[in-house]
């Protein structure tokens, strides 16, 4: 995801899918005014919306923005960036005809339905709880970013993706560059990023930072999928290096293992649709070269490098009798936290769960609420039994296996790889991982806050793929 690997992925421009084909002599349409102007026009408009969709993350990640997340309060939690977001929604709705094929998609029916069954939910839940409309809705503005799928449809049909990417790149280096500076020594050069020192077996202690960084983990698996589909180049290893080394300090066990499964799911997609496994030694070349210039790197830059080695073999063996034993991390914990979550919901409304309760808002109130507030927020799948009840969990399994299998069939009869197929494969790998390898129960990419990370982007990159190779003829409807 590279300036470099973006060209090579874009190619030609990607036509608006419903767009009126354009008759008459080609040249006199290339030199026309009109056409210039058109051109002009749009490639204004996306850019403006592609700032917009930029500044929002800038934003509202205060633990990954370059600027503390205080400075854009305008009254009590609203930011600038809930305004940004709500503005983006709405121009979205005004800007519909642009994509109202996308729009109209079968595959995004499911996600219309889900987006409106959160609708739902804030309404059941207003007059469940009695809240202030305005200030309920307000409180909750983590489950309205789910609706940017819509800005995004909008941003895509306008191709102004990769502009977006080429303003996301540079906050990602410089923010990559601060988290492992933090990491190392302790010190917030990130702001508002939470700091903790844990000692792990063998008596050492690290410094984890809460916050992860820009966008840094899609540029990394970017360039993989680059040098997998495309070309290695040598060059790209520092920035590998500077991408994949914040997530080696977070000491994130399940990150490290998502990761490594992505990798090998770009690895076999890219060998079935070429149908040359033999593709498969050099892929496993390239990928032990990576492996050595990344140990290099890290064993020649980063300071006391051995003590880091030693805390993240500890790392990666810590809990193992926690788990044996059905105790810790993975054991007590997590089945305390789905206890709580189903005795929450068989004790409630068992269609549509307790909704959007008061704890989200103001806090819990109780020992009872405190276990649940944070089960909410580590477990997926009873989250999603509890918030929004049997109804709220049909659908996000539906959501699971249908985009799972329609991604799946897409990359399959893919003809060409560029930035959308990359974003398909990133899809593919986190519906199979979420719903087989992932600890704490995920199972599915929903939770208490609608879409996970991630899939705002993912789904309308799937439903502009699925139509365009519908229109094409590559797969029939």
Do not use: C
């Not at 990394?220 to 994949?244: C, D, E, S």
């Amino acid at each position: 995801m590279l300036r470099t690997s973006i060209n090579s992925f874009r190619g030609k421009r990607m036509p608006v899918i419903g767009a009126p084909s354009v008759k008459g002599d080609r040249d006199s349409m290339l030199y026309s005014e009109n056409f210039f102007k058109e051109e002009l026009v749009v490639n204004l408009r996306a850019r403006i919306l592609a700032v917009g969709i930029f500044l929002y993350y800038f934003i509202e990640n205060g633990t990954l923005g370059l600027v503390p997340a205080k400075y854009y309060l305008l009254y009590r939690s609203i930011r600038i960036s809930d305004l940004i977001l709500y503005a983006m929604v709405l121009y979205s709705f005004v800007s519909y005809k642009e994509y109202k094929v996308l729009f109209n998609s079968k595959p995004f029916l499911i996600a219309k339905i889900f987006l409106a069954y959160l609708l739902f939910e804030f309404l059941v839940s207003y007059l469940r709880y009695g809240f202030n409309p305005v200030e309920y809705f307000l409180r909750l503005k983590g489950i309205w970013a789910s609706f940017l799928v819509f800005p995004y449809l909008l941003l895509i049909s306008r191709n102004g993706l990769p502009f977006l990417i080429k303003l996301i790149f540079p906050v990602a280096v410089i923010s990559n560059t601060l988290y492992i500076i933090t990491a190392l020594t302790g010190i917030a050069f990130l702001p508002d990023v939470s700091i903790i020192k844990q000692r792990l077996p063998g008596d050492i202690e690290v410094f984890r930072v809460f916050g992860g960084t820009f966008f840094g983990e899609l540029f990394f698996l970017g360039i993989v999928y680059y040098w997998i589909t495309k070309q290695f180049r040598f060059w790209q290893m520092g920035l590998v290096a500077l991408f994949i080394i914040p997530h080696i300090l977070a000491f994130g066990r399940l990150a490290w293992v998502g990761f490594v499964f992505t990798i090998l799911v770009i690895i076999l997609i890219n060998s079935m649709n070429k149908k040359n496994y033999q593709i498969l030694l050099r892929q496993a070349i390239l990928l032990v070269v990576m492996g050595i210039s990344i140990t290099y790197v890290f064993i020649k830059f980063i300071p006391e490098s051995d003590y880091y080695v030693d805390a993240l073999s500890s790392r990666i063996f810590q809990g193992q009798e926690d788990v044996k034993y059905d105790e810790g991390t993975y054991g007590t914990r997590v089945n305390l936290q789905n206890s709580a979550l189903v005795y929450l919901w068989m004790n409630s409304d068992v269609f549509l769960g307790v909704g959007f309760h008061p704890m989200w808002v103001i806090g819990p109130d109780s020992r009872e609420e405190t276990i649940i507030y944070g089960a909410f927020s580590d477990v997926s799948w009873p989250s999603v039994l509890a918030a929004y009840g049997a109804i709220g969990l049909f659908i996000t399994v539906i959501i699971q296996f249908y985009y799972m299998f329609l991604s799946l069939k897409i990359l399959r009869y893919s003809p060409r790889v560029n930035l959308y197929t990359f974003l398909i494969v990133l899809l593919f790998s986190k519906l199979v991982f979420d719903s087989t390898v992932g600890f704490s129960f995920v199972f599915v990419s929903t939770g208490l806050w609608g879409f996970f990370a991630g899939m705002n982007i993912y789904i309308p990159v799937l439903v502009y793929m699925y139509e365009d190779y519908r229109k094409k003829g590559i797969f029939k409807k």
